[in-house]
């Protein structure tokens, strides 16, 4: 049997949502990672210090008995247009803050909240450079006359670029990249940035959202690329660089709401996060590099230690669920129904 032992790996990139939803989602993720930085596009946003806290709180309370001591989430605050330079100071003291979150408001799942206007957020900006707390980015833009498969790069040509340039020591993690102009960014960035990838932009182009008919689960934001820029992710990710590394953005939503004449952009992938991104490192002929993206680069950009124990994948065929419990909706996961042919034991 044909099997590789990794140390066990972070998620940098989750949503794992409230209530009865985090207590349904959050075991897929617990049992693989060791910890994921927790999303704060909740309803309200997590947008001060103590929200923050109480919602970290509630992730541990909602930890099965078995995997009480193995996760731990690292939290994230939701920029606004008016969090002030003061939160950052404190949240940078409270020691389970890990980054701030900019959403270009209506970007994206509840986003509406988020900055209108970057200049707005300078001083808060600069409190975070200062301090040292990292900005996370969905890097898109929201203007309707721009294309929503060129949304990417012209975030990076209008926000992203000039920020990077008025703020040089602020580290900046650009979510989940999708195209090879981001790819192309981030390597010739600064050391302060560095991207997240996710399995399903690794694994599928932009055909999987129109496979035989529209394909509500394929859906996610930033929407799904040409093969081209799959093939650019896939180089990045297995390089070896350090800027690159994993975050699922497994992004639970309940059936009725993807399948629906509006569905709602996400896609859940942590039933099966690291067997997703085993399968498109092996398709890549990389498996080899696995380890350091999944276990090492992160948790060096966000000067955390390393973990110290491992989890072992096992070449083994095995046919995904349908479905899984969403407080009892039905939740559709990435390949449900199909069969992977790498399994975490
Ligand atoms: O597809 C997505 N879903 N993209 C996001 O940026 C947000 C996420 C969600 O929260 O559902
Ligand atoms: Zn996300």
Redesign the pocket.
């Known amino acids: 049997m044909i099997s590789i032992t990794i140390t066990r790996p972070d998620d940098w990139h989750l949503?794992l949502r409230d209530g009865e939803s985090l207590r349904a989602v959050l075991p897929h993720t617990a049992k693989q990672f060791a910890r994921a930085i927790i999303?704060p596009?909740l309803r309200p946003p997590v947008t001060t210090v103590d929200m923050a806290l109480a919602y970290r709180a509630r992730i541990l309370d909602a930890l099965p008995a078995a995997l009480q001591s193995a996760f731990e989430p690292l939290m994230t605050l939701y920029l606004t247009d008016n969090t002030a330079p003061a939160e950052i100071v404190r949240a940078k003291e409270s020691g389970v803050l890990h980054g701030v979150k900019l959403?270009p408001a209506g970007?994206?799942?509840?986003?509406d909240a988020g900055v209108t206007d970057i200049a707005k957020c300078y001083a808060t900006l600069t409190a975070m450079e200062r301090n040292d707390l990292p900005l996370l980015v969905?890097g898109e833009v929201t203007d309707p006359d721009v294309d929503v498969f060129d949304r990417e790069k012209v975030f990076i040509d209008r926000i992203l670029a000039p920020l990077a340039r008025r703020f040089p020591g602020l580290r900046i993690v650009f979510e989940?990249v999708t195209t090879r102009d981001a790819v192309q960014f981030v390597t010739e960035a600064s050391r302060n940035i560095a991207a997240t990838i996710t399995a399903h932009h690794l694994l599928l182009n932009r055909n999987a959202i129109f496979q035989g008919g529209i394909r509500p689960h394929h859906?996610?934001?930033?929407v799904l690329k040409r093969e081209m820029h799959r093939q650019a992710l896939l180089a990045a990710a297995t390089s070896g660089n350090p800027k690159f590394f994993l975050g699922t953005?497994s992004?639970?939503?309940g059936q009725a709401s993807k399948e629906n004449a509006c569905g709602?952009?996400?896609?859940f992938t942590a039933h099966a996060a690291i067997e997703l991104y085993a399968t498109a490192f092996e398709q890549a002929g990389a498996l080899d590099k696995l380890e350091a993206f999944a276990s090492f680069h992160g948790a060096d950009f966000y000067r955390l230690p390393r973990n110290t124990s491992s989890i072992t994948l096992q070449k083994e065929n095995w046919i995904i669920p349908e479905q899984f419990d969403f407080a009892g909706e039905p939740l559709i996961p990435l390949y449900a129904n199909e069969s992977l042919n790498w399994k975490l034991i």
Do not use: E, R
Request: charged share 5%; aromatic share 8%.
């Open positions: 949503h999303m596009n959403y970007a994206t799942t509840n986003s969905h989940h859906y996610c934001l930033p953005d992004a639970p939503h709602c952009a996400g896609i």
